[in-house]
C-alpha cells in the first residue's frame, strides 16, 4: 500500500508563488510515477503534471513555463513549485501514485490553493 498527503496549499495574491509537498509513505518502491491534480469549484479533476520513477516529466499545456514539479527520493516526496500564478489555478490539487501502470484509486484530503485578483 503507498499513503499520499499534500501539504503546502494557502492564499496568495495573483502573480505569486506557492510550493506543495507530496509526501509518501508505505510501499514506496512500487510506485512509478507521481502526479499532481487539481480540481476547482465546479469542474472535473484534471491532471496538471507527472514525474516518472526515471524523472520524466508532463505539463499541462496552461502550466508549462509557470509549474515545475520535482522529487527528492531521500524524503520520498514530490513538490510542485508554482509561480505567476493566476486565479484560473485556484483549486484542491491533489497527488496521486501509478502503481504497476495503473493510477490509485483512493485519494487524499488535497490541499486548498486559492490565488486572490
Known amino acids: 500500500q503507498v499513503q499520499l498527503v499534500e501539504s503546502g496549499g494557502g492564499l496568495v495574491q495573483a502573480g505569486g508563488s506557492l510550493r506543495l509537498s507530496c509526501a509518501a509513505s508505505?510501499?514506496?518502491?512500487?510506485?512509478?510515477?507521481i502526479g499532481w491534480y487539481r480540481q476547482a469549484p465546479g469542474k472535473q479533476r484534471e491532471l496538471v503534471t507527472t514525474i516518472s520513477s526515471g524523472g520524466m516529466t508532463h505539463y499541462l499545456d496552461s502550466v508549462k513555463d509557470r509549474f515545475t514539479i520535482s522529487r527528492d527520493d531521500a524524503k520520498n516526496t514530490v513538490y510542485l513549485q508554482m509561480i505567476s500564478l493566476s486565479p484560473e489555478d485556484t483549486a484542491v490539487y491533489y497527488c496521486?501514485?501509478?502503481?504497476?501502470?495503473?493510477?490509485?484509486?483512493?485519494w487524499g484530503q488535497g490541499t486548498q490553493v486559492t490565488v486572490s485578483s
Open positions: 508505505g510501499m514506496t518502491s512500487t510506485i512509478d510515477a
Open positions: 496521486n501514485a501509478r502503481v504497476a501502470g495503473r493510477w490509485l484509486d483512493s
